[in-house]
């Protein structure tokens, strides 16, 4: 379940009432730093605009690939762990605007996470510690830790205690492992 605030409006949709929701100029400086940071090599420099002039809080060795698309109107309720890879046009969404209302929430990335390219991530969901979302994912509820998740809509394909499981045997099975003498 995703956790996000809903917001009712009246007479035209939400989308026309954008400017009544978060300030105009606010917007316009948010979308000059993405843009300037989606075309950005250097992730250091990334990372400190995002910080800066956006209000996200990016961790530590954190590396944000091109042309990643983080929210315009609402990017400092995007959150990052340290050690985790943004891969290369994902999006990663703060706000969702309807008909009849609007939405926000706060996305909250884990440490030591992958996220495949063309990804989507949802407002109001968090991604724990080691996940793992493959490509062109739409990420639309939580993914607990250590999981390998996919797929539109986004199912889990592996839990973590599968995978350690899986590592598990693939080292015995080597250790067994005893060349034929010809």
Same mark, same amino acid.
């Given at each position: 379940?995703?956790?996000?605030?809903?917001?009712?409006?009246?007479?035209?949709?939400?989308l026309?009432?954008?400017?009544?929701?978060?300030?105009?100029?606010?917007?316009?400086?948010?979308?000059?730093?993405?843009?300037?940071?989606r075309?950005?090599?250097?992730?250091?420099?990334?990372?400190w605009?995002?910080k800066?002039?956006?209000?996200?809080e990016?961790g530590?060795?954190?590396?944000?690939?091109?042309?990643?698309?983080?929210?315009t109107?609402?990017?400092?309720?995007?959150? &990052? $762990?340290? +050690?985790?890879? @943004? *891969?290369? #046009?994902?999006t990663i =969404?703060?706000?969702?605007?309807?008909?009849?209302?609007?939405?926000?929430?706060?996305?909250? &990335? $884990?440490? +030591?996470?992958? @996220? *495949?390219? #063309?990804?989507?991530? =949802?407002?109001?969901?968090?991604?724990?510690?080691?996940?793992i979302?493959?490509?062109?994912?739409?990420?639309?509820?939580?993914?607990?830790?250590?999981?390998f998740?996919?797929?539109?809509?986004?199912?889990?394909?592996?839990?973590?205690?599968?995978?350690?499981?899986?590592?598990?045997?693939?080292?015995?099975?080597v250790?067994?492992?005893?060349?034929?003498?010809?």
């Amino acid at each position: 379940m995703r956790r996000t605030t809903r917001y009712e409006v009246e007479e035209a949709n939400s989308l026309w009432q954008i400017y009544k929701t978060v300030p105009f100029w606010k917007v316009v400086r948010n979308f000059v730093v993405i843009q300037t940071a989606r075309y950005t090599p250097f992730l250091p420099v990334k990372n400190w605009l995002y910080k800066t002039f956006l209000g996200m809080e990016v961790g530590n060795k954190t590396a944000v690939a091109l042309m990643v698309m983080m929210d315009t109107m609402f990017p400092e309720k995007i959150k &990052i $762990g340290e +050690n985790s890879v @943004i *891969g290369y #046009n994902t999006t990663i =969404l703060a706000h969702e605007y309807l008909i009849k209302e609007y939405r926000l929430g706060d996305v909250n &990335i $884990g440490n +030591n996470v992958l @996220i *495949g390219a #063309n990804s989507t991530i =949802l407002p109001g969901v968090e991604i724990g510690d080691g996940a793992i979302v493959s490509a062109a994912t739409l990420v639309h509820k939580d993914v607990p830790a250590g999981a390998f998740v996919g797929g539109n809509p986004m199912r889990i394909i592996r839990t973590k205690e599968e995978i350690e499981g899986s590592i598990q045997a693939d080292t015995e099975q080597v250790e067994n492992y005893a060349p034929q003498e010809k």
